[in-house]
DNA sequence: ACCTGAACACCGTTCAAGT
DNA sequence: ACCTGAACACCGTTCAAGT
């Protein structure tokens, strides 16, 4: 998340300094509920501000604009995605490379799809700003947890591991993604995790050092 | 696409009663210059109806509101897209499966960045919009045409093929498009085509019958 | 028959007035 | 010091008036 990024962003008053970090949430909850509720295109910061129960005005003392509320709840729940990622991968150090390959894909689709309407809000408000740094920060977590994870695998080492470890994880993200874009929630069953996961073995076992 | 999702918007008025059909795509012209030159946000039917010469009221004559604008853009961007990988599935009947792989690999990441910046904007224009209908019927499309091709391969058979077919086409859509969501066309370069025509082979392969 | 663009309703954002 | 909400500028969309 670099700081050009943040300027246009960036919260006007900090809420750290005083009690009203209660008040931020309650606007970033409120946000989510009208994304559910409304949709991004009929959601209207008068909405937002009359669910949170605050005035326009004190909305925009904490939110620059608009875009803010997105890049806010895009930053908050991306973070909240790569720390449960990390986590996955400091629980598979030193376990069988499949296992890793398996917890990984299961807790990523798990993390997308517990609450999927969620998730629909969230890419929808994510298009209508440059989400391009913060995802970037999220990857770079990922990227550096899963490699060491794969790295410490009790089975196999491998050729090229940082290379097929970005791969690897561009080809989840996306294909993730896509039944997103499809609407299509019911193929993200086990049988989809099932074949990624076998891709996703036979590719590593492929490059694997004798 | 079905009928409801035509609905909304579905032009007002049919341009092949008349000679406006020029019209139509003037107006349409002009929505993707004003995407690329002011972006998604600021894009105003108004500026749109002056970039391409006629007055809002005209606009609205053909297209019923904005978002069909964007919906016009995109129906015709997926067909286009369809069509092109049809052809190449034509093409490659009875080949190697893995010239098959290959060659449909590189034909898709072709179209999305020989123009980078028109399939930036085209996904931006897409989130504003319900666009899984014609998402839907350009995947089934491409399905038929790689299922068939793949049948033909002259050096293998495989087993569940129409399930391995569908998997392939989700994670090749998926990782393109998770290189416009990160920003980082660079990654889509010659590297990345070859680990998916690796993974994907090897994908192959396993399933390959006796 | 078709085009035009002023007019209307509504939304993002501000800031003078209140406490 | 901070909150409020009327007010302003602007945008999507319409429709009475033109040709």
């Known amino acids: 998340m670099t700081l050009k990024t943040l300027s246009s962003y960036n919260p006007r008053r900090s ?3 005083r009690r009203s970090a209660a008040t931020v949430d309650v606007i970033l909850e409120a946000t989510i509920q009208v994304l559910l509720s409304t949709g991004t295109s009929q959601l209207t910061t008068t909405r937002v501000a009359e669910r949170a129960g ?7 003392q904490y939110f620059p604009n608009k875009q803010a509320l997105f890049f806010a709840l895009n930053d908050h729940y991306l973070d909240h995605l790569a720390g449960r990622i990390e986590k996955v991968c400091e629980t598979l150090q030193g376990a069988p490379y499949t296992q890793m390959v398996q917890g990984v894909i299961s807790e990523y689709i798990n993390i997308k799809t517990e609450r999927y309407d969620v998730t629909c809000a969230l890419y929808r ?4 700003i440059d989400v391009s740094d913060i995802v970037e920060s999220m990857c770079r977590r990922i990227e550096v947890a899963s490699e060491g994870m794969l790295a410490s695998a009790s089975d196999a080492k491998f050729q090229n591991l940082s290379s097929l470890n970005v791969t690897l994880l561009n080809v989840l993200f996306g294909t993730v993604r896509t039944f997103f874009d499809r609407n299509r929630p019911e193929l993200l069953n086990n049988q ?3 074949q990624l996961i076998i891709m996703f073995c036979t590719y590593l076992n ?3 050092l004798p």
């Open 54 to 60: 605050v005035s326009v005005g004190s909305l925009y």
């Open 15 to 17: 809420p750290r300094q």
């Open 192 to 194: 989809l995790q099932e």
């Open 206 to 208: 492929r490059a694997k």
């Open 125 to 128: 408000a994510a298009a209508e």
